[in-house]
């Protein structure tokens, strides 16, 4: 081969590289990055702190470094993402909404507490009203004085990694329960499989919740889910859609492989409102049946508060 040959095949090669990367790096939102600090770690995303002194992140990052290269494989990709842990005082400069310490992400960012969440303290400031015996269950996975940042943060910042698998592809689906459907059913598939240690951390105050009722919840249906997602929602209302949806996920999962989330994905992208039209429910129901499973239309069809 030639010089110059192979002079050009070497810059044709690193012009490929150098644009691959720069795709990578484009989707994410660096504007919440400045006055942040960078840790310096072995994993391939980076993790930017608000405050170094403290030393809060190693589990968490551990997790979702193990769930990263699961769902890569899954997806077949590569993901780039940023991990940013935001003390609480701090949080409005940074996240994209409140509460502080609620893990969330978007375009490309992961968010999560550095502080013990807003969220977590309140709820155990309200469940530590109840009787002794509904509490035995909780205090046997999450400590004697009931640390619900094992659940908010160690295993929500996994359904959030997940969400980035399907917003790097696009964001508009054709219904928000469908996207946090996937991210759940993909969180669940990951601790499940490769993660099993924390699943009573996963699996125990969601069943608390869904056992307390519904009683104290103004709004049920998926509309009401579509028309108000987060912000126009209580927390309280919001987690118990979240409930609901992960009480499917674990039904649909202990009985399937996780081809079916792979199939969830493509059909949230390749529905995403900004291809195509907004499908009604009949239509809706049978794509999800064709393309994804029953076991997902079902949901739509058979969801209880109508």
């Not at 993660?195 to 125990?204: A, E």
């Not at 919740?209 to 927390?235: A, C, H, W």
């Not at 949230?268 to 239309?297: H, M, P, Q, Y």
Request: charged fraction near 25%.
């Amino acid at each position: 081969m030639k010089k110059s040959t192979l002079t050009n095949l070497i810059v044709l090669l690193m012009c490929c590289l150098s644009t691959q990367l720069k795709g990578q790096e484009s989707w994410i939102d660096t504007s919440i990055h400045s006055g942040l600090i960078e840790l310096k770690t072995d994993y391939t995303f980076k993790i930017l702190v608000s405050n170094d002194s403290i030393k809060t992140t190693t589990e968490t990052l551990n997790n979702l470094n193990k769930a990263k290269l699961y769902f890569d494989k899954i997806f077949q990709t590569d993901l780039n993402f940023v991990v940013l842990f935001i003390e609480n005082r701090e949080w409005s400069k940074y996240a994209y909404f409140p509460p502080p310490g609620l893990p969330q992400a978007g375009k490309g960012n992961i968010i999560l507490g550095l502080d013990k969440s807003i969220i977590s303290m309140e709820v155990e400031k309200m469940i530590s009203q109840l009787p002794e015996q509904y509490l035995t269950s909780l205090k046997t996975v999450y400590g004697e004085n009931i640390d619900l940042d094992l659940f908010y943060r160690e295993t929500l910042s996994i359904h959030e990694l997940a969400h980035l698998y399907h917003f790097k592809e696009g964001t508009k689906p054709q219904r928000k329960w469908l996207q946090e459907l996937f991210a759940t059913l993909s969180m669940y598939s990951f601790i499940k499989e490769k993660l099993n240690s924390s699943y009573p951390l996963m699996n125990t105050y969601p069943e608390f919740v869904i056992q307390s009722g519904d009683r104290m919840v103004e709004f049920k249906t998926l509309n009401d889910f579509e028309e108000k997602y987060v912000q126009k929602l209580t927390p309280q209302n919001y987690e118990w859609f979240q409930m609901q949806l992960y009480q499917n996920a674990k039904s649909i999962l202990d009985s399937n492989k996780t081809d079916i989330l792979i199939k969830l994905r493509e059909f949230l992208i390749n529905t995403d409102l900004s291809k195509t039209k907004v499908l009604t429910d009949s239509e809706l129901s049978t794509r999800l049946e064709k393309e994804v499973g029953k076991e997902i239309a079902d949901i739509l069809t058979n969801w209880k508060y109508k």
